[in-house]
């Protein structure tokens, strides 16, 4: 087993040192022309743009969100106090890349998945997550499918959930759960009467102390809008997920004067086919006073909270040329 695990040390610093020349190489270019993006690099190798050493991990007693570059999908790892809940994990053509990145985290089993609503952006590798790890507990929104429906969940997974011995818990407004220090608490999620099955999405703030991360899933302005008129001002967070991958559909004026945040992660793919993220969203971060951060650009984002500060690396700026 040692010599297994030094193999393959050995041969994820060589596979890293590629990646950092191939970065440097992409650094002068400016990430542009016939080049690979940050995220083709990672969709076809499997694997993050920086050493293992080189991922920034939070003290004790601090915060540590990190939004993993997995193309056009989301998934949102939370950390306090050595206790983990994912948020969503990405396509299934992100499989490799996100097991990879749990496991250079240090994550050895996760408090709690949530997975937002049943679109295969947000659901792909749900069972992958379930058989790698020990998960607590499996968090899902309220949802029966319509007779015009397409979105499913993943296949038997609530067969994989009860194989893993992992609690499904259909989650409701007002549903805390703590992690480490800090809480998240269930905001919004699944209606009978939504709109869409975007609308259905979990809406969740995490806090701890002073620090607020709102992550609202796929939910376009109509749940918003609920949001808004149950929460109002309550909504203000230090960080928020951009709603739908920075879509026009979700975002609104109104909601992001509310919720104020000091950064937004929009995690969406390069060049992707919807346009995302849309201009009227990023207009809209940029009223608010939001610094702008997006996996497309920059990679996976790692937003660390301590001493009542916010920074920020990003994939990029941890694989560019020292000056």
């Given at each position: 087993?040692?010599?297994?695990?030094?193999?393959?040390?050995?041969?994820?610093?060589?596979?890293?040192?590629?990646?950092?020349?191939?970065?440097?190489?992409?650094?002068?270019?400016?990430?542009?022309?016939?080049?690979?993006?940050?995220?083709?690099?990672?969709?076809?190798?499997?694997?993050?743009?920086?050493?293992?050493?080189?991922?920034?991990?939070?003290?004790?007693?601090?915060?540590?969100?990190?939004?993993?570059?997995?193309?056009?999908?989301?998934?949102?790892?939370?950390?306090?106090?050595?206790?983990?809940?994912?948020?969503?994990?990405?396509?299934?053509?992100?499989?490799?890349?996100?097991?990879?990145?749990?496991?250079?985290?240090?994550?050895?089993?996760?408090?709690?998945?949530?997975?937002?609503?049943?679109?295969?952006?947000?659901?792909?590798?749900?069972?992958?997550?379930?058989?790698?790890?020990?998960?607590?507990?499996?968090?899902?929104?309220?949802?029966?499918?319509?007779?015009?429906?397409?979105?499913?969940?993943?296949?038997?997974?609530?067969?994989?959930?009860?194989?893993?011995?992992?609690?499904?818990?259909?989650?409701?407004?007002?549903?805390?759960?703590?992690?480490?220090?800090?809480?998240?608490?269930?905001?919004?999620?699944?209606?009978?009467?939504?709109?869409?099955?975007?609308?259905?999405?979990?809406?969740?703030?995490?806090?701890?102390?002073?620090?607020?991360?709102?992550?609202?899933?796929d939910a376009e302005e109509a749940a918003e809008q609920r949001l808004?008129?149950?929460?109002?001002?309550?909504?203000?967070?230090?960080?928020?997920?951009?709603?739908?991958?920075?879509?026009?559909?979700?975002?609104?004026?109104?909601?992001?004067?509310?919720?104020?945040?000091?950064?937004?992660?929009?995690?969406?793919?390069?060049?992707?086919?919807?346009?995302?993220?849309?201009?009227?969203?990023?207009?809209?971060?940029?009223?608010?006073?939001?610094?702008?951060?997006?996996?497309?650009?920059?990679?996976?984002?790692?937003?660390?909270?301590?001493?009542?500060?916010?920074?920020?690396?990003?994939?990029?700026?941890?694989?560019?040329?020292?000056?």
């Open positions: 087993m040692m010599n297994k695990q030094k193999g393959w040390r050995i041969a994820a610093a060589v596979l890293a040192g590629l990646l950092l020349l191939s970065a440097f190489v992409i650094q002068l270019a400016g990430g542009r022309g016939p080049l690979p993006s940050w995220q083709q690099l990672r969709a076809a190798l499997g694997v993050p743009l920086r050493a293992e050493e080189s991922v920034p991990k939070p003290a004790p007693g601090s915060t540590a969100v990190y939004v993993l570059d997995v193309g056009q999908g989301d998934a949102v790892l939370i950390c306090q106090d050595g206790a983990y809940c994912l948020i969503d994990t990405g396509p299934a053509e992100a499989e490799d890349a996100l097991l990879y990145d749990l496991h250079a985290l240090d994550v050895e089993s996760l408090d709690y998945l949530v997975l937002t609503h049943p679109h295969a952006d947000h659901t792909g590798n749900a069972r992958a997550v379930l058989s790698d790890f020990p998960v607590k507990q499996l968090l899902l929104p309220l949802w029966e499918p319509g007779a015009d429906d397409t979105a499913d969940w993943p296949r038997q997974l609530a067969e994989s959930a009860a194989e893993n011995g992992t609690e499904l818990i259909t989650a409701e407004a007002g549903d805390c759960y703590p992690l480490g220090g800090g809480t998240l608490m269930i905001l919004q999620g699944g209606s009978g009467d939504a709109a869409s099955v975007n609308d259905i999405s979990l809406c969740t703030m995490f806090t701890a102390g002073d620090f607020r991360f709102l992550d609202t899933g808004l008129d149950t929460y109002g001002s309550a909504l203000h967070a230090v960080l928020y997920k951009a709603g739908h991958h920075g879509s026009y559909t979700s975002n609104s004026a109104a909601f992001l004067q509310a919720v104020r945040p000091a950064a937004v992660a929009v995690s969406c793919g390069l060049d992707n086919d919807y346009g995302h993220p849309h201009r009227a969203a990023l207009e809209n971060f940029a009223a608010a006073g939001a610094e702008v951060y997006r996996t497309d650009q920059e990679g996976s984002l790692t937003f660390l909270w301590q001493n009542n500060t916010l920074s920020v690396e990003t994939t990029a700026d941890a694989c560019a040329p020292a000056a």
